[in-house]
């Protein structure tokens, strides 16, 4: 099974900057889920790795920044302005389908609903980011 390796959790005082790293090779869709303490895990931004469109959750939306470099089969989630809301577990994800088109339910492009895990088939092991304030 194609695996999912992330790195660039830690701590940051409000304010700060992260940037998270995620090791992809072989898929299509590319995800940042969180999940806080005692909360549920929700989708925080994807990317399409060959369109490059992008999905962001609207709390984070010009705050984080999600890339890709299909060289290294690398993807990004730059983290500005954290806050202590912003702390959780942040988990990557990635699912090897190929859509005929994006619709409100799929793909990863700003008019869709919120991304879900249902949608993502392989998943890292999660990195910390703890935001003091």
């Known amino acids: 099974q194609l695996q999912l390796v992330e790195s660039g959790g830690g701590l940051v005082q409000s304010g700060g900057s992260l940037t998270l790293s995620c090791a992809a090779s072989?898929?299509?869709?590319v995800a940042w889920f969180r999940q806080a303490p005692g909360k549920g895990r929700e989708g925080v931004s994807c990317?399409?790795?060959?369109?490059?469109?992008?999905y962001y959750r609207e709390s984070v939306e010009h705050r984080f920044t999600i890339s890709r470099d299909n060289v290294k089969n690398m993807v990004y989630l730059q983290m500005n302005n954290l806050t202590a809301e912003d702390t959780a577990v942040y988990y990557c994800?990635?699912?090897?389908?190929?859509?005929?088109?994006?619709?409100?339910?799929?793909?990863?492009?700003?008019?869709?609903?919120?991304?879900?895990?249902?949608?993502?088939?392989?998943w890292g092991q999660g990195t910390r980011v703890t935001v003091s304030s």
């Open positions: 990317i399409s790795m060959s369109a490059g469109t992008t």
């Open positions: 072989g898929f299509t869709h």
């Open positions: 994800a990635a699912n090897a389908k190929t859509l005929l088109a994006n619709t409100v339910l799929a793909g990863c492009h700003p008019n869709r609903l919120p991304i879900q895990t249902s949608e993502y088939t392989n």
